[in-house]
């Protein structure tokens, strides 16, 4: 199964990070590839991409906020998002995402880096 990590940093403290972070309803502010996001049962949601309105894909959320970590599980393609936070020396938040692939999915794999990428540069900047 193909996974990668990637990391970003803000200046703002984690809990405002954590604000955007654990809420899927904030989800389409900064997460790149998300249109929009609906409450679904249990405390998953349905999140339907940019561009495809009429594709609703079925999500779970895990979120521990003592660990500063959201597990988000995708139902329709089996990808799985873990985001960390943690407290930087001196201040500010780190923000770490690793995300597994499944094999059939490794052809999106660059996509999802590149979307990725762009997610935590915008989360980042939404926190501070």
């Not at 970003?8 to 984690?14: D, E, L, M, Q, V």
């Amino acid at each position: 199964m193909p996974t990668f990590d990637d990391l970003a940093s803000t200046p703002a403290p984690p809990e405002e990070v954590w604000k955007a972070l654990y809420d899927p309803a904030r989800f389409p502010e900064w997460w790149s590839g998300i249109e929009t996001v609906e409450p679904g049962d249990g405390g998953g949601f349905t999140m339907y991409p940019d561009g495809y309105p009429d594709f609703p894909m079925p999500q779970t959320i895990q979120s521990a906020h003592a660990d500063g970590r959201v597990t988000v599980s995708c139902q329709v393609s089996d990808l799985v998002f873990e985001w960390r936070l943690s407290e930087l020396p001196g201040g500010g938040t780190r923000i770490a995402v690793h995300v597994d692939v499944p094999d059939a999915e490794a052809h999106r794999l660059d996509g999802q880096r590149a979307a990725i990428r762009e997610s935590l540069a915008r989360l980042a900047a939404l926190a501070t």
